[in-house]
Structure formats: C-alpha cells, structure tokens
C-alpha cells in the first residue's frame, strides 16, 4: 500500500526556517519523482516544487513565486522527501502536502494528509 | 507558465443531476508522445487531494464511472453524470506537461 506521510508543520514566527518530511512506503521511492504542493486556506492548490530521482541527477525545480526560498531534498535510504523553508511569511500560512509521481504512474495519484505550517508573530 | 482557467467556481446541484465542469489551458497539452497532459483532482473537506481523471479522459483506479473527462488541445470538460452527496468539494484541473506544474482556481460543488 503506498503511504505518504508528512511531519514537520506547527507554529513559526514570520522570518524563521521550518524542515517538512515525507516518509514514504508501498513503493519504489527510489525511482519516484517527490512533488510539494500547498493550500492556504481559503486559497487553490499550489504546485511547490519537485526533486527527481537519482537517475535524474536529483533534478530539482521550483515555483517561481518562492523566490528561492524554499529547497527539496530527498534521502533515499530512508524514503524521504524534504522541504525546506527558509524567510518564512505570513502568506506561507498552508496546509503542505507531499505527492510522488512514479515512472509509470500518474502524477500526483497518492498524496500524503498533510502537514499545518502557521507563520505568525 | 501554463494558466488553467476553470468554469464556473462555484456550483450547486440537486442530487441525481449532472454537473459540469470547464478547464481550458493557456497552450495546447498534447504532447510530441500523442498523449494529453491534463489530469483532474477532488479536494473533499479534511482530505488530501485524490486523483479522478488522468490524461483527460482516463478514470483513475476505484473513480465511479459516473465520472467523466473529456476535450482535447486547450479546452477540456469534467462530467460527474448523476452528482451524489460525497460527491461535494473542490474539483481542480492540473496540468503536467510542462513546469511549473499548474491549477486551476478550482470550483466549488455544493449539494441543493
């Protein structure tokens, strides 16, 4: 059974740094590009970025909007997928989601529950 | 970037009638492997996102085929046949066939 899991959200004051994990399962992460994708409340879903797997070079890519803020890394000997993010704003206030999209699967067809990041003073 | 623009945002339906949802993309999504990278989502409250349609019309695995997706180029269509009251939340269209990957505003289904 896939499964993604996402830990890492809470409370963050406006300029701090937060690290989200995906722990996944069910799968072969290794072959799996790792998507993040955002919903403030009240707001669309949002595409983040993406990290690609190793026969890929880990090929990263982000959201413009971002302003490179934010990084994906991933470990693979341990099938997680990270997000870090770094000159937190109130507008990163969102439920962040991890999704994977494998080499012979749809994008985005299991997503993780999602993990709360609240950025205020 | 692709903009996908999505009609109406909002709507109501009786259960047991059809819906209808557009999605028309800013640039064509068929791509040189002759498939069409459009796919559709469902946001239900206090749910992760899941996959309805992949590749316009195909239905995902476990998707009632009440279900329906169809279009081509730029201009695609989401057809529940007979809306059912799980049925409610935010349906998106996304498009996968270049970065950054993009939504559409989403539209609101509510039951009568």
């Known amino acids: 059974e896939v499964q993604l899991v996402e830990s890492g959200g809470g409370l963050v004051q406006p300029g701090g740094s937060l690290k989200l994990s995906c722990a996944a399962s069910?799968?072969?992460?290794?072959?799996?590009?790792m998507h993040w994708v955002r919903q403030a409340s009240g707001k669309g879903l949002e595409w983040l970025g993406r990290?690609?797997?190793?026969?890929?070079?880990?090929?990263?890519a982000y959201a413009a909007s971002l302003k490179g803020r934010f990084t994906i890394s991933r470990d693979d000997s341990k099938n997680t997928a990270y997000l870090q993010m770094n000159s937190l704003e109130t507008e990163d206030t969102a439920l962040y989601y991890c999704?994977?999209?494998?080499?012979?699967?749809?994008?985005?067809?299991?997503w993780g529950q999602g993990t709360l990041v609240t950025v205020s003073s | 970037d692709i903009v996908m623009t999505q009609t109406p945002l909002s709507l109501s339906v009786t259960p047991g009638q059809p819906a209808s949802i557009s999605c028309k993309s800013s640039q064509s999504l068929l791509y040189s492997d002759g498939k069409t990278y459009l796919f559709w989502y469902l946001l239900k409250p206090g749910q992760p996102p899941q996959l309805l349609i992949y590749e316009v019309s195909n239905r995902f695995s476990g998707v009632p085929d009440r279900f329906s997706g169809s279009g081509s180029g730029t201009d695609f269509t989401l057809k529940i046949s007979r809306v059912e009251a799980e049925d409610v939340g935010v349906y998106y269209c996304m498009q996968n066939i270049q970065l950054p990957r993009t939504f559409g505003q989403g539209t609101k289904v509510e039951i009568k």
């Open positions: 999704t994977r999209h494998g080499t012979f699967t749809s994008p985005f067809d299991y």
């Open positions: 069910g799968f072969s992460f290794n072959d799996s590009a």
């Open positions: 990290i690609r797997g190793k026969a890929n070079n880990y090929a990263t």
